[in-house]
Each structure stands twice: as structure tokens, then as C-alpha cells.
């Protein structure tokens, strides 16, 4: 790889890592990107979710500094993303690229126009978990692992809006506790990556260093922000990623 090639997947991954911290998907970017600069789609999902492990422990560090993860609520989530994080990364290769990017479309408009519909989901002095529980959020947190672990791009974006919806969070503590899980999500595929022998670690210890840096920047402004502003950036982005997945699928 060209000294310029990596320059600019620096820069990508490093950009995409401050605003991902409040609104996930940066694999969506980041993996096409690798993909433009010639390396191989199985290594490069690999190689990504490599250095997904180094933003998600730098996004979590200023949210537990300021103790906005309710660890008793995110316990039963870490659990199961475990197991069906390790499930999903053993998949890789049965899914087709155009596949995961219409399902990740599809799922990030219903999100958008969920958030749209329940206005103050999210932002109430007092949440409350939707109508369908806990149970339902198990069901979705376990299924929505296994694409965490097969891809990542939408996966924290998703299961956010997830635990704003049927669990109860607000945006603040939705967007911490999403980060805790990611740790786990990306740790536990890559340690299945590493046994297929698919990461890339040069170039993947490069990029953690800048993702690292970019979500621990990104973290530190949005735990000064308030659950009306990150609701704001995030049905924003939400937005714009699925217009770009469907033009990219189309």
C-alpha cells in the first residue's frame, strides 16, 4: 500500500471515529474505502472490526469517566452480544456485499422514521421502556449481534436507536451504552477473524490508533451534549447513510 493510500484511510478513519461515536456506522465509509485501495473484501471486514475494538474502548472511556452507563441494564445486552457476535463473524463470506447493504438501508430508514414518529422518545426527563419490554429488546440486541460481528456498518447506528426504543434510554445513555457493547461486539469477532487468519494487523494497529484518538475526541464533546442535540445529530445521519447505502446498492 502507497504512503498516500494510507494517509487517507487515516483520515477516513480517523473523521468517521469522532462523529461515529454519537451515531455508529462508520464501517458503511470506512470498509468501502479499503475496498477502493485494493484489499481484500474478508480482510478488510476483518481488518476493520480489528480497529473497531481500539474506538470502541476509546469512545467508552469519557462515558465511564462520567458514569453514564447504567452497568445493571447493559449486562444482560453484553451477554448475549457474545454469543451471537461470535455467531456472525463465523458467517462472513455467505452474504453477498449487495445483501448487507440493502438490509442495513432498509433498517436504518425504519430507525429514522421510528425516531420521527415518537418525537420524545429518547429526550423525556424520565424514560420508559416501550410497550414491548426488555424481552423484545433481548431478541433484537441478540440478532442485531450476529450482523455486528458478520459487518458492523449500521450495527451500533441500529442498536442505539434500539435501546432508545424498547429499553427505556435516553439518547446520553443509549450512545454510552452502545459503545460498552461495541467493545465486546467487535472483541469478540475479531478474536474469530485472528483464528481465520484474516486480519491484517499492521495496517490494523495504524488505523485502532486513529480511531482510538477519533472516538475518544468524539466521546468527550458528546458527553457535554444533551439528548435533544445528540437526537438531532443522529436522525441527521441516520438519514444521510441510508440515502448513500441505497445509491450504492442501486
Known amino acids: 500500500m502507497t504512503t498516500y493510500a494510507?494517509?487517507?484511510?487515516i483520515a477516513?478513519?480517523?473523521?468517521t471515529s469522532v462523529v461515529g461515536v454519537v451515531t455508529g456506522s462508520n464501517s458503511l465509509i470506512a470498509v468501502p474505502v479499503m475496498f477502493q485501495f485494493g484489499i481484500e473484501p474478508r480482510v478488510a471486514v476483518a481488518t476493520n472490526m480489528f480497529a473497531l475494538v481500539f474506538m470502541a474502548v476509546g469512545g467508552t472511556i469519557p462515558f465511564v469517566r462520567k458514569r453514564r452507563i447504567d452497568y445493571r441494564k447493559v449486562s444482560p445486552l453484553i451477554v448475549l452480544t457474545i454469543v451471537?457476535?461470535?455467531?456472525?463473524?463465523?458467517?462472513?463470506?455467505m452474504i453477498s456485499g449487495n445483501g448487507i447493504r440493502l438490509i442495513v438501508s432498509v433498517a436504518m430508514i425504519a430507525v429514522a422514521f421510528f425516531i420521527l414518529l415518537r418525537r420524545d422518545t429518547g429526550v423525556s426527563g424520565d424514560p420508559e421502556p416501550?410497550?414491548?419490554?426488555?424481552?423484545?429488546?433481548?431478541i433484537l440486541v441478540f440478532l442485531l449481534g450476529i450482523y455486528g460481528g458478520l459487518f458492523s456498518g449500521g450495527y451500533v447506528t441500529v442498536l442505539t436507536a434500539v435501546c432508545i426504543g424498547t429499553y427505556g434510554m435516553g439518547y446520553g445513555e443509549a450512545v454510552a451504552s452502545t459503545?460498552?457493547?461495541?467493545?465486546?461486539?467487535?472483541?469478540?469477532?475479531?478474536?474469530?477473524?485472528?483464528w481465520q487468519g484474516l486480519v491484517d494487523y499492521k495496517l490494523g494497529l495504524i488505523l485502532g490508533v486513529a480511531m482510538f484518538t477519533g472516538a475518544f475526541v468524539g466521546a468527550h464533546y458528546a458527553t457535554k451534549l444533551n439528548d435533544i442535540w445528540l437526537r438531532?445529530?443522529?436522525?441527521?445521519?441516520?438519514?444521510?447513510?441510508?440515502?448513500?447505502?441505497?445509491?450504492?446498492f442501486l
Open 6 to 9: 494510507l494517509i487517507i484511510l
Open 12 to 15: 477516513v478513519f480517523f473523521t
Open 84 to 93: 451471537s457476535s461470535a455467531i456472525g463473524a463465523l458467517l462472513v463470506g
Open 179 to 194: 459503545k460498552l457493547i461495541n467493545v465486546f461486539s467487535s472483541g469478540v469477532a475479531t478474536i474469530v477473524f485472528i
Open 130 to 138: 416501550g410497550r414491548f419490554g426488555p424481552s423484545l429488546t433481548y
Open 232 to 248: 438531532r445529530i443522529f436522525l441527521t445521519t441516520v438519514f444521510l447513510l441510508a440515502l448513500k447505502t441505497i445509491y450504492d
